[in-house]
């Protein structure tokens, strides 16, 4: 592990991939928390590191910044939002600055010899919610998007830009706990339901009785979908 910080001004924490890097993963923390938190939380749940063969997974850490669910008290979040419900206007002024942001991280990726077809975008909770900005609104020719806990609001700009896309879209992988009293669970099923009205391919997994949290088979169908998504060499070789 290697805490950084590149040209992007994001700290990071990466895991190196065991082999040769040809593809790489972003993995983005819900509101409050820290790329190496959320590698420490997953690390909990499966009982060692989400580690690839082949890909680089990196965990940036969003800028700490007043956030109004919190009353305004500064909290690592990567956008603002008026309140916790997918019922009010985004705050999308934040919401555009973050998508510049880590869009510089894809492009040291692209810049180190990494295809945008190779990359994949996704996080919990607040982190989902980006990654779906970020690939659907910025970079729709990456491998893919996963949202673990997430949801967009009902006027999302998402809906809107994917209203005027007609290329093909990056494939979705969702998750959501049925006992989730944070983000409901209806939230992130009526999410899905738009997003595949609008033309994505979307996956969508309930997990029965879980909270707002990770869960192992939640991480271990993720890291199924991760390696359909980014194959190895040998792999891909054999398509």
């Known amino acids: 592990m290697a805490a950084a910080s590149g040209s ?3 700290p990071r924490c990466l895991v190196s991939p065991a082999g040769r890097h040809s593809a790489s ?3 983005l923390h819900g509101s409050g928390d820290s790329g190496l938190g959320l590698r420490t939380w997953i690390k909990q749940v499966l009982n060692q590191d989400l580690t690839f063969q082949h890909i680089k997974i990196i965990y ?3 800028p700490s910044r007043p956030y109004t669910p919190l009353n305004g008290s500064i909290s690592n979040v990567w956008f603002d939002r008026f309140k916790i419900s997918n019922d009010c206007p985004e705050h999308i002024e ?3 600055i973050m998508c510049k942001v880590l ?3 894809i492009d040291e990726e692209v810049k180190s010899g990494i295809k945008k077809n190779r990359i994949l975008i996704g996080g919990f909770s607040m982190g989902g919610c980006m990654a779906m900005h970020l690939a659907y609104r910025n970079h729709q020719d990456v491998a893919g998007v996963f949202a673990l806990s997430s949801f967009l609001n009902k006027g999302s700009a998402v809906y809107e830009a994917l209203k005027k896309s007609h290329g093909v879209l990056p494939e979705l ?3 959501h706990g049925t006992a989730d009293e944070l983000v409901l669970h209806s939230w992130g099923e009526e999410t899905n339901s738009l997003l595949k009205s609008l033309g994505v391919s979307t996956r969508f997994h309930s997990l029965p009785n879980v909270y707002h949290e990770l869960n192992k088979t939640e991480l271990e169908k993720l890291k199924s979908w991760i390696l359909t998504k980014l194959p190895g060499e040998m792999e891909r070789q054999n398509e």
Do not use: N, R
């Open 8 to 10: 992007v001004g994001l």
């Open 25 to 27: 993963l972003i993995f």
């Open 60 to 62: 940036p850490t969003a």
């Open 94 to 96: 934040s919401i555009d």
């Open 103 to 105: 869009s510089g991280l």
């Open 173 to 175: 992988f969702q998750c």
